[in-house]
């Protein structure tokens, strides 16, 4: 068995999403190429200025959208926003707080609830009896 390892590599689309970033708001070169692990870690790391600027202006992908409105992602389908979001906007939309971001909201805070019920619930059926 050989101890060379080779390097692994991944899609721009999927260091994108490691990255928590909008894969099209990437410079060229990152879009174009493949990624390395060990380039993947660089970045996280040591992010560059493009990578500062997206993470903290946008535009966001949709994980990123949902979590920050603190919905779901099909929250955000059911209300029909399926582009990606700036900050500004996503600011916007928390200011003006319209009907469908207050009924996602209260189901994403139901379906968490219920969440942890169960994960209790489950819990105590896996405790041995004392």
Known sequence: MSSQQ???TMKPATAAKKLGV???????????????RAE?????????????????DGPHPRPVVAAKLGVSISGLARAG??????TEQIEALK??????????????AE????????????????????
């Open 6 to 8: 080779s390097t692994q």
């Open 22 to 36: 909008y894969l099209p708001a990437t410079p060229a070169g990152f879009q174009e190429g493949v990624v390395t």
């Open 40 to 56: 993947l870690n660089e970045l996280q790391a040591n992010p560059p200025e493009w990578l500062r600027v997206l993470r903290a």
């Open 81 to 86: 926003v399926t582009e990606a979001l700036t």
């Open 95 to 108: 200011q003006e707080r319209p009907e469908w971001l207050e009924k996602e909201r209260a189901t994403q």
């Open 111 to 130: 379906v968490r609830k219920e969440g942890a019920r169960l994960k209790s619930l489950k819990k105590e059926t896996d405790a041995p009896d004392a």
